[in-house]
């Protein structure tokens, strides 16, 4: 219970239309390192994959950092996502 379809086969789907590579890239590096350098990918596309799978540190995580560098250009993408 509370497992994602992917880990219960073992893969794992990407979806061309909602995961691009360079996110889905430093997303496995969290994953893997419990660390992630928000200045090398979009935040906003970070956070939908971290809520897409479940990750809810990484959510926290990203969501500080939009919550830190909101302006004019990207308030209104960040609020889309929201």
């Given at each position: 219970?509370?497992?994602?379809?992917?880990?219960?086969?073992?893969?794992?789907?990407?979806?061309?239309?909602?995961?691009?590579?360079?996110t889905?890239?430093?997303?496995?590096?969290?994953?893997?390192?419990?660390?992630?350098?928000?200045?090398?990918?979009?935040v906003?596309?970070?956070?939908?994959?971290?809520?897409?799978?479940?990750?809810?540190?990484?959510?926290?995580?990203?969501?500080?950092?939009?919550?830190?560098?909101?302006?004019?250009?990207?308030?209104?993408?960040?609020?889309?996502?929201?």
């Open positions: 219970p509370g497992r994602t379809r992917e880990g219960n086969e073992d893969e794992v789907h990407l979806d061309p239309e909602s995961d691009d590579a360079d889905f890239r430093v997303f496995l590096t969290y994953l893997y390192t419990d660390t992630v350098d928000m200045r090398s990918v979009d906003v596309h970070l956070l939908a994959a971290a809520d897409k799978y479940g990750i809810p540190r990484l959510i926290a995580l990203c969501e500080v950092e939009l919550s830190m560098n909101v302006t004019i250009e990207n308030a209104t993408e960040t609020m889309r996502m929201a």
